[in-house]
């Protein structure tokens, strides 16, 4: 069960990066952004693994990792989410 909600999560990740070029204001800020959104998720997901989770091994920690670097791009998902569908409605 936790390795189908990890895998959800990292769907959110890729969602956000893959949308992220057609909403990014202009072509030089999509590096810094991208960037800034994987050492986003690094920080998140070792913080849920190693210090949230600290009793956790094995695969069941690498789980955690994810599903934190995953959950760290939940935000800018759903608002790249909300932004594609305003422009597709309209």
Do not use: N
Not at 41 to 53: C, D, H, P, Q, T
Not at 72 to 88: E, G, I
């Amino acid at each position: 069960m936790l390795w189908i909600v990890v895998l959800m999560s990292l769907l959110l990740a890729v969602y956000a990066h893959y949308r992220l070029p057609q909403h990014a204001a202009k072509k030089t800020t999509l590096w810094p952004t991208r960037i800034f959104l994987i050492v986003l998720g690094l920080g998140v997901g070792w913080a849920l693994s190693a210090r949230y989770f600290p009793m956790t091994e094995g695969s069941d920690k690498l789980a955690m990792f994810l599903l934190g670097f995953g959950i760290a791009h939940f935000p800018s998902a759903c608002v790249l989410f909300l932004k594609y569908w305003r422009d597709k409605t309209t």
